[in-house]
DNA sequence: AAAGTAAGTCAACATGGTTGACGTAAAAGG
DNA sequence: CCTTTTACGTCAACCATGTTGACTTACTTT
């Protein structure tokens, strides 16, 4: 009868520890997201741009609709920051050659230089959370981390410990399905 | 002169690894919002009404003050959703005992049984990801997503090797600093 | 009694999502 | 070759949720 949230209890802790990291995952993205967004409100740009920015830098030549499919957005949402951003020239459209319906998007150097000034927050603060807990805590991270994200956007990330080695290739390789 | 992004950089695998952690917090993200929001959109409601009933379920008794630190909004956007809330017999408002101008919000009925079906598939979601990442990633995860949090509030979590044990217990105690 | 604080309100505006309808150019398939 | 499908773009309307600024009310603190 003592210690209901003790030992006697084992679904109660389980709860707990659940909710702690809902709001982690909480906390941790607010305050992720929320240096670069001060200086995004500096340029007249906001959070939607940043994301198209990062996501073209990261993989460039990238097509429209694999950005759609990576921000879950729709083409005209889409279309209001990218558009703007091709405006301000941040990143350049060019035709596919296998497929010239296509318009694969590219960073200019304006737009790498912005990419990088943005992410330097996120890089600092990640890489001084790593440093903190060490590299073996890092490797439980990325394993939770993954096991959160939906399985058909996890083969993006090579994570030791799960699947082949060759997860992230097979993804590269296999675009088309 | 060879492999020039193997052994020879260090740089460029601390780079590569901060992003894929980028990355990974976004499709995190992502997916852990997006069940909540269906069933949210279903009911007239918004991402923001879920937060709101989240952490006033969190704190019952919460000041809109501390619920307006905690989000980092304005309490005229908070206003909107806060009242809806009231409208709708989500939440509750009773004055504070020591302080009569507060307004201590707290979850009906009918709120726990909201918040309970919305974080019912964040809840499941990190559980099986815990399940499979097994107990020693747990921590990892928990150590490193606690160090990415602004540390003012840090203190809300009690994450094993870090602080004191009774590091969440100060801070209840401490409401008033 | 005066100043400060907790909360609310009205109004105007910005950002970034949505749906729906329609257009154009290129590719793919009968 | 002609039809259908696909990739992308655009116009328009609307909605959710954030912002700033000004002002009010009730209560607490000094």
Aim: no cysteine.
């Amino acid at each position: 009868m003592v210690d209901v949230k003790g030992i006697a209890n084992p679904l109660f802790l389980r709860e707990e520890e659940l909710r702690q990291a809902i709001e982690m995952l909480f906390f941790a993205y607010r305050d992720f997201t929320g240096e670069p967004d001060t200086i995004l409100a500096g340029l007249g740009l906001g959070r939607a741009h940043h994301r198209v920015i990062y996501f073209v830098g990261r993989n460039p030549g990238i097509t429209v609709s694999e950005l759609l499919r990576i921000l879950r957005i729709t083409k005209q949402s889409l279309s209001r920051v990218l558009s703007h951003l091709v405006e301000e020239q941040y990143i350049v459209q060019r035709p596919g050659e296998r497929d010239r319906r296509q318009r694969l998007l590219s960073l200019t150097q304006r737009g790498v230089e912005l990419e990088r000034r943005l992410t330097a927050n996120q890089r600092e603060r990640i890489a001084t959370a790593f440093r903190n807990a060490g590299a073996e805590a890092v490797q439980g991270f990325n394993l939770v981390l993954h096991g959160i994200i939906d399985p058909e956007d996890r083969p993006r990330f090579d994570v030791p410990g799960v699947g082949g080695p060759t997860a992230a290739a097979r993804l590269k390789a296999g675009g088309k399905r």
